[in-house]
């Protein structure tokens, strides 16, 4: 069965340091998007993409972050300068709209550590 | 998107059926309603959605009630393995952000 795939499984890195997740969606969706969880806490939505353009953003998707879609397969999101507040775990999703809904299948998700 | 209301916490006992309750007094007719699932950490896990009609799929059955103000999740036979929290979500057709709540923590006993 297709699923979402996301690299790394986790990442540590220093505040103020530069970081790209990355995610391999299921090939014949259309629309990515990325959630992040802090520990704890619920889950939050931060971006969904299409056309290789932002659709819809939260507040918390501020200019610290950005999003890519490099190539026909990898969605990329960057978080510019880390804060220690950015420790979380990232979930990449896909879906494929269609006149049913809007199903999202998720990755296993990006921990993102900040020291 | 309606806001849901769902139980903190629910046991189950392992080979029974655990039925998962969700409150969306304020849904509208164009919203959906969706359950997913998340086993510890792991990523969120799509088990089933609905618009009006009951559903059901091999994970679960979906139970609606007439006026859409509540909706119920079934898993028919319990595991150890769907020990989890879970997610009611409303959502309007054509958006895309899910919103999570606080879900439903089942715990299901051996």
């Known amino acids: 069965e297709p699923e979402v795939t996301q690299t790394p499984s986790h990442q540590v890195t220093q505040m103020g340091q530069e970081v790209i997740l990355r995610c391999v969606p299921i090939?014949?969706?259309?629309?990515f998007y990325w959630y992040r969880q802090i520990l704890g806490q619920k889950v939050e939505f931060l971006v969904s993409?299409?056309?290789?353009?932002?659709?819809?953003k939260s507040e918390i998707f501020d200019d610290q972050f950005s999003v890519e879609r490099p190539d026909g397969s990898n969605f990329t999101l960057k978080i510019r300068s880390t804060k220690l507040e950015d420790s979380a775990m990232y979930f990449c999703?896909?879906?494929?709209?269609?006149?049913?809904?809007?199903?999202?299948?998720f990755g296993p998700g990006t921990r993102l550590t900040v020291l | 998107d309606a806001k849901t209301t769902q139980p903190p916490s629910m046991d189950c006992a392992e080979g029974r059926a655990a039925n998962l309750p969700c409150n969306h007094s304020?849904?509208?007719?164009?919203?959906?309603v969706y359950w997913y699932r998340q086993i510890h950490s792991q990523g969120p896990q799509y088990i089933i959605h609905?618009?009006?009609n009951n559903e059901t799929n091999e994970m679960a059955s979906l139970i609606i009630t007439e006026d859409r103000k509540s909706s119920t999740l079934i898993l028919p036979h319990a595991t150890l393995r769907d020990t989890a929290v879970y997610y009611c979500?409303?959502?309007?057709?054509?958006?895309?952000?899910?919103?999570f709540g606080s879900g439903t923590r089942l715990q299901v006993q051996p």
């Open positions: 999703a896909s879906s494929e709209p269609d006149s049913l809904g809007d199903t999202q299948y």
């Open positions: 090939s014949n969706h259309l629309y």
């Open positions: 993409f299409y056309n290789n353009e932002i659709s819809e």
């Open positions: 304020t849904i509208s007719g164009n919203e959906y």
């Open positions: 609905g618009l009006k």
């Open positions: 979500i409303t959502l309007y057709t054509g958006r895309r952000a899910l919103t």
